[in-house]
T-cell receptor, first 116, second 114 residues
Framework: SQQGEEDPQALSIQEGENATMNCSYK?????LQWYRQNSGRGLVHLIL?????REKHSGRLRVTLDTSKKSSSLLITASRAADTASYFC????????????????FGQGTILTVHP | NAGVTQTPKFQVLKTGQSMTLQCAQD?????MSWYRQDPGMGLRLIHY???????DQGEVPNGYNVSRSTTEDFPLRLLSAAPSQTSVYFC?????????????FGSGTRLTVV
């Protein structure tokens, strides 16, 4: 079963606009990560936010995490045509031993299209 | 430094055939894993390894075997291919510490079983 549910499934915007994608998950997590996948390519790690963090920035990316609602959002500001890709959230959950090593669970992804 | 290298990039199998998907990394990462990606399903974990000689099952392990004899290599074996195993397969390594970490993915193997 998929841990994460992403919303929207597809997003189409104009260059220069901001893009916001949301992710929800079901279990307690150690961290949440966002990845980008260009068509036909592998996944590229964008940013990680730990369970005790609420917001994180990296360049034009801003990630928020609300553990009480089990949700996260990824904001891409001033989007570019090169940002066109699929974006996935992924979580590392905590096991009975209190560690998270080994299991990354993905959402179904948001397809972002940025028109020049 | 090639990162994570997957071979082959494309493969067509007949039902019942067996094959091995190769994954090699030159980053000395202890953790390696295999995922499959199906349309509309995101990525699902098949098997993973936290070091040489240690492997464990993920979410969808049936029909697949793995072994980890070296740090560098983590092959995925399909014992008797079925059409349901048609998918794109990704190998990934985990890098960093608990304070700053992420996963590096290979470029994938697109497998079709007919």
């Amino acid at each position: 079963s998929q841990q994460g549910e992403e919303d929207p499934q597809a997003l189409s915007i104009q260059e220069g606009e901001n893009a916001t994608m949301n992710c929800s998950y079901k279990t307690s997590i150690n961290n949440l990560q966002w990845y980008r996948q260009n068509s036909g390519r592998g996944l590229v790690h964008l940013i990680l936010i730990r369970s005790n963090e609420r917001e994180k920035h990296s360049g034009r990316l801003r990630v928020t995490l609300d553990t009480s609602k089990k949700s996260s959002s990824l904001l891409i500001t001033a989007s570019r045509a090169a940002d066109t890709a699929s974006y996935f959230c992924a979580t590392e959950s905590i096991n009975a031993g209190g560690t998270s090593y080994g299991k990354l669970t993905f959402g179904q992804g948001t397809i972002l299209t940025v028109h020049p | 430094n090639a990162g994570v290298t997957q071979t082959p990039k494309f493969q067509v199998l007949k039902t019942g055939q067996s094959m091995t998907l190769q994954c090699a990394q030159d980053m000395n990462h202890e953790y390696m894993s295999w995922y499959r990606q199906d349309p509309g399903m995101g990525l699902r974990l098949i098997h993973y390894s936290v070091g040489a000689g240690i492997t464990d099952q993920g979410e969808v392990p049936n029909g697949y075997n793995v072994s980890r004899s070296t740090t560098e290599d983590f092959p995925l074996r399909l014992l008797s291919a079925a059409p349901s195993q048609t998918s794109v397969y990704f190998c990934a390594t985990r890098w960093g510490t608990d304070m700053f970490m992420g996963y590096t993915f290979g470029s994938g193997t697109r497998l079709t079983v007919v």
